[in-house]
């Protein structure tokens, strides 16, 4: 269903708000929360098999791997980031609901978000899994910029797209190597 890869996770209660590292932090304990669509590194997550059908999540702008606070099982503990250390707090499974895909920790317990609200900035929680749609995500591969080789006499450009669920936007800007496109 899910392959080891990168990927943009967007909530099936909004489909403009993703999965993503609050300040785009690099540290221990960094919230996670659903946040507006912004082609940041914080909203774009390594996904990489950890055996027996288990993965580990970790967000493009860290090392860090998505965890349980305190490896509690219960209901309404925070989901933040921490350091790998191979623990089933920091494994993941994937089902098919009826409304998306379910991330279940090796707790048995899925990420929520806080008061089923789909506001930006709300926090997500780990959760007795409900079958609601803040407990469904929507996997979109992220985009991988290649080269197209275009040059002019003075500059090469750069196009690279964050594939932003529901429009696909394109970001353009001046860089000194080779001209991209995905």
């Known amino acids: 269903m899910i392959e080891s890869g990168t990927y943009v996770i967007a909530s099936k209660k909004d489909p403009y ?6 300040s785009a932090s690099t540290s221990n304990g960094g919230n996670a929360q659903l946040y507006d669509s912004n082609g940041t590194d914080a909203q774009c997550w390594r996904i990489r098999s950890a055996g027996d059908g288990w993965y580990t999540l970790t967000p ?10 305190n490896g509690s099982g219960s209901s309404g503990v925070n989901v933040q980031q921490w350091s790998g250390d191979g623990s089933k707090v920091q494994r993941w499974r994937f089902s098919m609901g009826e409304k998306g895909v379910q991330i279940v920790s090796a707790l048995g317990t899925v990420p929520d978000a806080w008061g089923a609200s789909s506001e930006s900035g709300t926090n997500v929680v780990a959760y007795k899994y409900n079958g609601t749609a803040v407990q469904a995500w929507r996997f979109v591969a992220a985009a991988t910029p ?3 080789g ?6 090469f450009f750069q196009v690279s797209s964050w594939e932003r669920v529901g429009f696909g936007l394109r970001n353009l800007w001046l860089c000194n190597a080779f001209a991209y496109r995905d």
Do not use: F
Request: with cysteine.
């Open 60 to 69: 493009c702008n860290s090392a860090l791997r998505l965890d349980i606070a």
């Open 146 to 148: 290649s080269m197209i």
């Open 150 to 155: 275009y040059q002019n006499d003075s500059r």
């Open 17 to 22: 708000k993703m999965l993503d590292m609050a």
